[in-house]
């Protein structure tokens, strides 16, 4: 015999707005908004004495801006808790799909933390092997081709030819290998 | 009027190897983008521009402009062979494309689409060319408080047609005017939100955040698709094309569209979606057989692709008349002359007529392109429909990456980018819209300079923005269109149609 559980919340799609997540995204507006004004401009931005409150002043446009956008988050709380506290059960995304998306986020900053260690190409060769295999190919052959091809072009393209420096990482294996005289010649 | 010896000067400057090999190149890879579903133009784009910087002007506009002509109607090669449109401005192709297609008559979709792509662009270049000159000189009449109307104008607007609500949409540019200050006071020189990080002294870069904002969301969204189920793609006969006397028949339905799809693109904001499916409705309206339509109708696939391509050129006229970009790829291309340091707005004409001339003449030597490569498309489109997203999804977070860096040299602005693409993401989720962003933060520092400069001038009175007739009609404009974006999304909540303009 089987038997279904009932569903307590039908799922949505990762991109369909949840009454829930609207409520949410105002008060993360909110807080931001209201941080802005009380907190960040006042830190963050340098107003000369001689200009202070009026439309002269570096924090002239922040503040009106903060103020808008604490203007309208209230306006979209309101109307985003009026709608939940209505309909709440409007459906949610499922879990999984907020598991998958954190995955590709995660592997972006595995590239960014590759780079820093490794250095753009060899990171851009862990970064697209990562992502190829993530996105589903599994094509070994395929995989390799792309992360030994792609890195080396753009090393040779941004590097040889239109002269971009690439930062230094923390281990400098391509540095190592530009050294290496038949690297050098092999590129060449 | 049209200056025909500007315009003879201006043909001398496109007519050297390197424009025109940039503008075939820019077509080949708008081609690509463009049949690609999940790649939208703008991110075509986007992805092109760090390559404009080692260009001349001229070639750089020319690679871009290819892009942007192309990848519009390159959407609707997977629109009619798989029900998948490309771009969004193929939205419309769908509804009639793909019955075809499922009758075995792709091929005759197929050129219907192209041929009317192409008629419609060349007739949307020439009205945008003989505007244009009156649209400038009226420009010159603009002070600092007529652009700030103006600019609000476009932002209203912009926010009331991208995404499901006007709020969301002024949301997103409150916060894309908001990062637009971060660097330099544009008066005083003092640090804005920097931090301490000497990199953002000069703000963030435009490239930056645009990348952020259209590629990594995307590509996080594809992650999440890549492990659902998949339909296998099957693609019937392509049947004979269609007669030369038959494409000439429908030509009231590509005047019809080329008037709406022109007017919707003269506007603020709108872009190639809502004129297809303007260019659809009309050509529906006045059909003799409007019982095909979404069945199979050929009218309906040319109704729907002159409509979108008809918005090119006279989206064009805006962004170099008033330095108010029509839609965000035009955006972008602004963005790309401000690289080049030419400044989008009502001086360009004034200063620089034969490179604005010269930026019309690139759009029909666009279509020209497109018309060619659209062809050798049409034979190979079996196959083009198979393009492995798996593996150009990687490559272009990859390119984007290397892309952003070489903009200044620095991690930060990669760092800067991945920051902007996960917030974009988190507002993609709740459709708070990214088209308003990145336009607020690209009119930012005009918006802060007229806001101040206006001002300033009044000694801090309002009365400045409502003392000239043309500041007063743009901010009624703004209420007008912020009215009747409020009514439409009350009017059509819950319903299919509020789904499809959301969508």
């Known amino acids: 015999m089987t038997s279904e559980l009932p569903s307590p919340m039908p799922t949505v799609e990762l991109e369909t707005p949840t009454r829930r997540g609207d ?5 993360l507006c909110l807080v931001v908004g209201l941080a802005g004004y009380y907190l960040i401009v006042p830190a963050a931005v340098y107003v000369p004495s001689k200009v202070a409150g009026t439309a002269n002043s570096p ?3 922040p503040n009106v801006l903060f103020l808008l956008l604490i203007g309208l988050s209230v306006i979209y709380f309101i109307q985003s808790l009026s709608d939940y506290l209505r309909q709440p059960a409007q459906g949610r995304a499922r ?17 960014i933390t590759a780079i820093y260690i490794f250095g753009m190409t060899l990171g ?14 599994r094509r070994p052959w395929v995989i390799g081709t792309i992360a030994i091809v792609l890195p080396i072009l753009l090393w040779y393209f941004f590097e040889k030819i239109a002269h971009v420096l690439f930062p230094t990482p923390w281990l400098g294996i391509m540095e190592w290998l530009e050294s290496s005289h038949h690297f050098t010649i092999w590129m060449a | 009027m049209i200056n025909f010896d500007v315009l003879l000067q201006s043909l001398k400057l496109i007519l050297h190897w390197n424009v025109i090999a940039s503008c075939f190149a820019g077509v080949i890879w708008g081609m690509f983008v463009g049949v690609t579903p999940g790649l939208t133009g703008i991110m075509a784009v986007v992805i092109a521009l760090p390559l404009t910087f080692f260009m001349d002007p001229q070639s750089a506009i020319a690679l871009l402009l290819g892009i942007y002509v192309t990848a519009i109607y390159g959407g609707s090669v997977t629109a009619i062979m ?42 949307s270049t020439v009205v945008a060319l003989v505007i244009f000159p009156i649209v400038a000189t009226f420009a010159l009449e603009f002070g600092a408080a007529e652009v700030f109307a103006v600019i609000v104008f476009a932002i209203t607007i912009i926010a009331g047609v991208s995404g499901d609500s006007l709020l969301k949409g002024l949301i997103a540019a409150s916060f894309g005017f908001l990062v637009a200050t971060i660097g330099q006071d544009p008066i005083h020189g003092s640090s804005r939100f920097t931090f301490g990080v000497s990199d953002f002294q000069a703000g963030m870069h435009i490239l930056t955040l645009l990348v952020g904002l ?98 090119c050129g006279p989206a064009l006229v805006p962004m170099m008349s008033l330095g108010i970009p029509g839609d965000t790829t035009t955006a972008v291309l602004m963005g790309a002359l401000v690289i080049h340091g030419l400044s989008p707005g009502p001086m360009l004409f004034e200063s620089s007529p034969d490179f604005v001339y010269s930026v019309f003449l690139l759009l029909f030597v666009a279509l020209i392109f497109l018309l060619i490569v659209g062809t050798g498309v049409i034979s190979m489109a079996k196959w083009v429909v198979r393009m492995p997203t798996q593996i150009l999804f990687p490559v272009v977070l ?15 602005d990669v760092l800067a980018m991945y920051g902007v693409g996960f917030f974009g993401f988190l507002m993609r989720t709740q459709k708070i819209p990214a088209a308003p962003f990145a336009i607020a933060f690209i009119l930012g520092p005009l918006f802060e300079n007229e806001l101040r400069k206006s001002l300033i001038i009044s000694s801090g009175s309002l009365d400045i923005f409502v003392n000239s007739a043309i500041s007063v009609s743009f901010l009624a404009l703004a209420a007008l269109s912020a ?4 009514y439409l999304h009350w009017r059509l909540k819950g319903t299919k149609a509020a789904k499809i303009i959301s969508d």
């Open chain 1, 23 to 27: 409520v949410v995204a105002a008060v």
């Open chain 1, 59 to 61: 924090a002239f446009l």
């Open chain 1, 95 to 111: 879990k999984m799909d907020w598991v998958l998306a954190g995955g590709t986020a995660l592997i972006c900053v595995g590239y």
């Open chain 1, 124 to 137: 851009a060769a862990l970064g697209v092997t990562a992502l190829t295999y993530y996105f589903g190919e």
């Open chain 2, 82 to 123: 798989i029900a998948t449109p490309g771009t969004p401005n193929a939205a419309a192709t769908v509804i009639d494309g793909y019955p075809l297609a499922r009758q075995g008559k792709a091929r005759q979709a197929l050129e219907m689409a192209l041929y009317a792509s192409f008629t419609a662009g060349i007739l």
């Open chain 2, 214 to 311: 259209f590629t990594i969301p995307e590509i996080i969204v594809r992650g999440v698709e890549a492990y659902k189920s998949r339909d296998s793609v099957s693609v019937g006969d392509m049947g004979p094309g269609i007669s030369f006397r038959k494409f000439l028949s429908f030509w009231p339905i590509y005047l019809r569209s080329c008037a709406g799809g022109s007017l919707l693109g003269a506007l603020p904001g709108l872009g190639g979606s809502p004129a297809a499916f303007l260019g659809y409705f009309l050509a529906q309206r006045f059909s003799k057989k409007p019982e095909e339509f979404g069945n199979g109708s050929l009218e309906g696939v040319a109704g729907a692709e002159a409509g979108n391509n008809s918005v």
């Open chain 2, 398 to 412: 990859i390119l984007a990456t290397y892309g952003t860096y070489a903009v200044r040299g620095t991690m930060v």
């Open chain 2, 483 to 486: 009215g009747a974006s409020v």
